[in-house]
């Protein structure tokens, strides 16, 4: 089983819609969760990090659920620019500071 | 903000070459930078953790003899491929982390393509 699953898509939105991506992870123990973006052949960046009481980042809202090990991102209102590949990451107990990346699950926004 | 470069961002080399790069922290100093690789629709896989002034430690499957690295500095990695083979073409990335804020900032990668 993966350390990190995520639905690969694609989702195809019009601009202004709401999108939700899920994930989930297999360690109980994990720490710490984050959200990256990756647009095509670039490097992941940072989007967000994820709180156990949800956190929100203007269009952005990210929540855990530790219980069910499960992460979700949530974007309003779509941009065009929103279109890249989400990945949800998610750092192990005893893996030192490396991080485990799903395989993203990529978003197009159309016009 | 925090900055890491990789060099070069892309190369291209025949097979049995070898190749290295570079990946360096612009303004922060990083005990521990990792290494990443991306296969096309695949995940970032972790190859290894590098760590400076001690050896690298690697993940399961991947060849430390093929894949050699050097932290000598507290900025600078890097990692060769050694006779690299078609099957080596992929993407690179490096990470390091700035313990100051326990972030790690993410090299613009290097695509690697053997022929």
């Known amino acids: 089983r993966k350390e990190v699953e995520q639905d690969p898509g694609p989702f195809n939105v019009p601009e202004g819609a709401t999108v939700a991506f899920n994930c989930t992870y297999s360690n109980s123990a994990s720490q710490s969760f984050f959200w990256y973006r990756q647009d095509c052949r670039k490097e992941p960046k940072l989007l967000m990090s994820v709180y156990s009481s949800g956190n929100e980042d203007g269009r952005f809202t990210a929540q855990l659920n530790r219980a069910s090990q499960y992460i979700s991102l949530l974007i309003r209102d779509s941009k065009l620019s929103d279109s890249a590949t989400y990945l949800c990451v998610v750092k192990a107990p005893n893996s030192g500071y490396a991080l485990n990346f799903g395989k993203g699950t990529s978003l197009l926004v159309t016009p | 903000g925090a900055v890491v470069s990789q060099h070069p961002s892309w190369v291209i080399c025949k097979s049995g070459t070898s190749v290295k790069i570079e990946c360096r922290s612009l303004d922060f100093q990083a005990t521990t930078m990792f290494w990443y690789r991306q296969f096309p629709k695949q995940s970032l896989m972790l190859m290894a953790t590098s760590n400076e002034g001690s050896k690298a430690t690697y993940e399961q499957g991947v060849e430390k003899d093929k894949f050699l690295i050097n932290h000598a500095s507290l900025t600078l990695s890097t990692l060769t491929v050694t006779s690299a083979h078609p099957e080596d073409s992929s993407f690179y990335i490096c990470?390091?982390?700035?313990?100051?804020?326990?972030?790690?900032?993410f090299g613009p990668g290097t695509r690697l393509t053997v022929l």
């Open positions: 990470s390091a982390r700035d313990y100051r804020v326990d972030t790690q900032y």
